[in-house]
């Protein structure tokens, strides 16, 4: 089945500096990468959509300055988090898909960022 | 109110228990998915429905367009069917998006 491989699984960093997280679909193209952010005990919210080729879509409230997000080809999409506080510590997950509304959801398997 | 209930919030059985997850929604769908997220935080897709019902070996997805409501049942628990189970919907307006239930905490004790 399609797998998607998200990495790192764990960061710790420094207040201050910048941490990049990539999300890959391993046998498919996808042309949608969405990237979650979830708080402990809380649902997926949804923090921006990206497209291959174009700019991505960001939520209402999100940053797009400090969460910045490249999809520079169909099996790679990336998020960097910039100039990291310690209340950007979250776990962060991406899907892809190749068309949301027929297909299955395909998830990574979750970043978890230590900001300190 | 969410656009997407679920209920329990929290649940534990003993092994063997028969499982069910409900999830209410107030839009109109494309689609229903039901997910799996486990301890780590890697979540599985486990259904995707838009109409009946679907069986994947002890999992059974059913869902009620009319009532706007889904079921997620566990047929013999298992201590490693212990996850948080989230449905989720694409609404109808727009099918881009997903709005997520807050999940459902399942512990399964031998």
């Known amino acids: 089945g399609a797998v998607v491989s998200q990495h790192p699984s764990r960061v710790i960093c420094k207040s201050g500096t910048s941490v990049k997280i990539e999300c890959r679909s391993l046998?498919?193209?996808?042309?949608?990468m969405f990237w979650y952010r979830q708080f402990p005990k809380q649902s997926l919210m949804l923090m921006a959509t990206s497209n291959e080729g174009s700019k991505a879509t960001y939520e209402q409230g999100v940053e797009k300055d400090k969460f910045l997000i490249n999809h520079a080809s169909l099996t790679l999409s990336t998020l960097t988090v910039t100039s990291a506080h310690p209340e950007d510590s979250s776990f962060y997950i991406c899907?892809?898909?190749?068309?949301?509304?027929?297909?299955?959801?395909?998830f990574g398997n979750g970043t978890r960022l230590t900001v300190t | 109110k969410n656009e997407v209930e679920q209920s329990p919030q929290n649940l534990t059985a003993q092994e063997g228990e028969f499982i069910t997850i409900n999830c209410s929604y107030s839009?109109?769908?494309?689609?229903l998915h039901w997910l799996q997220q486990h301890p780590g935080g890697g979540i599985v897709s486990l259904f995707m429905l838009s109409s009946g019902k679907k069986k994947h070996g002890r999992l059974i997805a059913t869902i009620n367009i009319q009532e706007k409501h889904s079921s997620l049942h566990i047929t013999a628990s298992h201590p490693r069917d212990s996850a948080v189970y989230i449905c989720?919907?694409?609404?109808?307006?727009?099918?881009?998006?997903?709005?997520f239930g807050t999940g459902t905490r399942l512990q399964v004790f031998p």
């Open positions: 046998d498919f193209q996808a042309t949608t």
């Open positions: 839009v109109g769908i494309s689609a």
């Open positions: 899907s892809a898909s190749q068309q949301l509304n027929n297909s299955p959801l395909h």
């Open positions: 989720a919907v694409t609404p109808a307006y727009n099918t881009d998006k997903l709005i």
